[in-house]
């Protein structure tokens, strides 16, 4: 059984900084493109980095220059630092990776259960 757990969201004041993080753990072979979505309340769950298994990252533009995605290929682990908060960052982060299952070598689009990241001005 794949599971993808974050940790580290909270309550933050603007202009401070969170560092989310995400493990993967189960049956895993491989893991390759790794992400990290948000979703503010009335809004649509948006991308906001991704990396691939070769560290090449993309970002959204509203958070390029202040958040930094990351991975530990050898702990199954995704980051994103994020500094310089703003009010419109607050959403529900959520942690995504194409994971190939050790069992069947098959790959799956998987996403964790969210953590809320709540910045006030």
């Known amino acids: 059984q794949v599971q993808l757990v974050e940790s580290g969201g909270g309550l933050v004041q603007a202009g401070g900084s969170l560092r989310l993080s995400c493990a993967a753990s189960?049956?895993?072979?491989?893991?390759?493109?790794m992400a990290w979505y948000r979703q503010a309340p009335g809004k649509q769950r948006e991308l906001v980095a991704g990396?691939?298994?070769?560290?090449?990252?993309n970002y959204a533009d509203s958070v390029k220059g202040r958040f930094t995605i990351s991975r530990d290929n050898d702990k199954n682990m995704v980051y994103l630092q994020m500094n310089s908060l703003k009010p419109e960052d607050t959403a529900v982060y959520y942690c995504y990776a194409n994971i190939v299952v050790g069992t069947t070598r098959l790959e799956y689009r998987y996403w964790g259960q969210g953590t809320q990241v709540t910045v006030s001005s």
């Open positions: 189960g049956s895993i072979f491989s893991i390759n493109r």
């Open positions: 990396i691939s298994s070769g560290g090449s990252t």
